[in-house]
């Protein structure tokens, strides 16, 4: 019989973010951790208010005319745009990652994720951002060692406080 609490969602993930192993096939140890927030629904509003703000400018500056849309734009254009909100309203926190520089930052992170040299991490983000948002309260528990697993998770165990 099917249990209810595997269908709720963590309320963690959705509100304050949780750490997320994007990539369990990574031999680095510790492996890279991105701290995610899961989409919620102020996701789509977020996308919609960005979309009328792009065609309002595209109508401004000559792109689009009067009785075109987000529609008529090119297609990367919604891509980018929900890579950017993703990127700075969704990813919080990046440890384990090192640069020339030391400790890459959460800010550069963002930065470099959106350049076609760094792709991987825009990739490695997406993947974590799917991940917390379909987490759910029992794989919370099984992180935390107290229940039997929901389903098959990409977590190595609890998040160690940052």
């Known amino acids: 019989m099917a249990k209810l609490k595997s269908f709720q969602r963590d309320t963690a993930a959705l ?7 994007p990539d369990p096939d990574s031999s680095d140890d510790p492996p890279m951790e991105l701290l995610v927030k899961g989409r919620d629904a102020a996701y ?31 297609p990367s254009t919604r891509d980018v745009l929900e890579n950017e909100i993703m990127l700075g309203q969704y990813i919080l926190g990046v440890r384990n990652l090192e640069g020339d520089d030391g400790p890459v930052t959460v800010e550069d992170y963002r930065k470099m994720a959106l350049t076609e040299e760094f792709r991987p991490l825009l990739t490695l983000a997406s993947a974590a951002f799917f991940i917390a948002t379909e987490r759910r309260a029992a794989d919370r528990e099984e992180a935390l060692g ?6 098959r998770t990409n977590s190595r165990g609890a998040a160690q406080k940052a």
């Open 15 to 21: 509100e304050g973010g949780v750490w997320i192993n």
């Open 44 to 74: 789509y509003d977020k996308v919609m208010v960005a979309v009328r703000e792009i065609v309002r400018r595209a109508k401004q500056d000559g792109r689009l005319k009067s009785n075109q849309g987000f529609a008529d734009l090119p």
């Open 146 to 151: 107290n229940s039997e697993p929901s389903r």
